[in-house]
């Protein structure tokens, strides 16, 4: 569980966005809230309220929850009504957990094929909120929290009046994914991968950064419009059209010069959430000097 | 560079097959022989050659180099006469390297479509290296090892008379990619990536292994015919449609039961060789115990 290594690094408010079924999974958080933790965790199941209780009956301490709501992306999270009303008076009737607020991420923005969607899409997502809060209050369920969450739909959602709190993950380094969606440009794009020529064909290249490196990601969910396994800095006309687990073919286009054997290669990655899981560590320019990080959770 | 946690683990025989280029790595491979392992380092042009030959010197002793083969796969190696006894007349100049052997990988057979064709590439591997070792020999240049490698081919490489070395890495464990080429049975297939069901919706459920525990692998060069992110154990007719970072959504065909909320789910992944990357170790049955294992290399 990645809560307890934010937990170690300091943190203490932690929001678990995510519905947690597992007994072992579930031990730990209530672990976490002995120790004092501020944590919510994510459900939307009967079954998770029931591990859940027993976990806070086990630690004599409340526990907060919030449930997910479906806005559109259909994976996890429920949208009827009755469903809603259904489940937030199972809490209720709970003596260990309290319903904090309620959360969607509309993950499907990443198949959005414009900005006029996308804006669509994340007036929906926070609507869907507000709706949800609404049939919660003439229930009787006040909810404190209404979270949405997607980089795409940040700065859309956050105009929808009743929404409380966002959740861009992605806008700590934005990526190749971003730009194609238009979010933001090349220049707001704050990760690179960095790759060395290993050796130099006719019409192609390869480099040392392969799937291990980059990620296979074209878009999270089936996005359109990425060109190759991420944006080659520095205005050449290549393209990283295939990648191995530690090599990348680099497609050189008619007219186009070649770099040299040895030659670094920096290169924004398609998606980088996977990168930074991927890698050991990273360098951070601090002003001139480079600073080794290490990341929070990584073994 | 993973040579050296192998040599740390205590290998002392060590083949890099992938050309070297950086300055950074070729320093580091020098530190190794230095160090006493039996280095071979994998190379396919002019710039690797200088780069090793400066190492080489620097360190005052032999560097054992192998030759890199285009035997289709249109990655890295070179297949053209000339070019072949060209570099290896370069290496002989050289004082301080030696050609030790040639090797190639055909990893296009993963985009095999049967194996008829998978049996075609695996003999075309082996003749592409006999063929380049004959040319070698008329040059005047003899080599030791033939080395060939991919895990679909290796049953019928291994039948092309010359080849001396196999190196079908996949084998440790295999995986759906060679069930779906037809390499192995699903019994054959010995790491399995272990769910478990997060919550259950109409048509459809969610589990906690996403694309950083199954990876996002349908093949490594575009094979057809894998069904979704990997094999659920047990012969429900359940297909794990989408991933998502942490949670992977499992379409549940109709007719088809659910799973309960909580329990846990066996998948052999598409593609082993990322999954034991991404993990951060992994458990072992040895009779009845379960022990768990760290991985070389692994941070």
């Known amino acids: 569980l990645e809560a307890e290594a934010f937990f170690q690094a300091g943190f203490r408010d932690i929001f678990i966005a995510c519905p947690q079924a597992s007994r072992g999974a579930i031990e730990k958080i209530a672990g976490l809230v002995e120790k004092g933790a501020e944590l919510i965790v994510g459900f939307d199941h009967h079954e998770q309220i029931v591990l859940l209780e027993q976990a806070a009956e086990a630690i004599s301490r409340r526990i907060s929850v919030r449930l997910e709501i479906d806005s559109g992306h259909h994976r996890c999270g429920i949208s009827s009504v009755e ?23 509309a993950g499907h923005v990443y198949g959005s094929t414009g900005l006029e969607q996308t ?7 926070g609507e869907a909120l507000v709706r949800a809060s609404r049939v919660l209050a003439e229930a009787g369920v006040r909810v404190r929290s209404l979270s949405a969450g997607s980089t795409p739909t940040h700065r859309w959602v956050a105009e929808v009046e009743g929404v409380t709190e966002l959740r861009p993950g992605n ?9 194609g969606l238009g979010v933001v440009g090349l220049e707001r ?4 991968v960095m790759g060395t020529v290993l050796s130099v064909y006719e019409g192609r290249f ?7 490196a980059l990620g296979l990601d074209k878009g999270a969910h089936g996005m359109e419009g ?10 050449h006309n290549w393209e990283i059209s295939r990648l191995s687990e530690e090599q990348g073919i680099v497609e050189v286009l008619p007219g186009e010069g070649y770099p040299k054997v040895g030659e670094s290669i ?7 959430c996977v990168v930074a899981n991927l890698g050991g560590g990273m360098w951070m320019r601090r002003g001139e000097r480079m600073e080794r990080v290490s990341l929070v959770g990584r073994r």
């Open 226 to 235: 990425l060109r190759g396994h991420g944006i080659m800095v520095g205005g």
């Open 266 to 272: 920096e290169i924004v990655p398609n998606h980088a």
């Open 119 to 125: 804006r669509r899409i994340a007036k929906e997502e």
């Open 206 to 212: 390869v480099i040392d950064a392969g799937s291990k």
């Open 171 to 179: 806008y700590v380094f934005f990526d190749a994914m971003q730009v």
């Open 189 to 192: 794009c704050a990760l690179r």
């Open 83 to 105: 469903e809603i009303v259904k489940i937030a008076r199972e809490v209720r009737g709970s003596g260990g957990l309290e319903l904090e607020g309620i959360y969607t991420h």
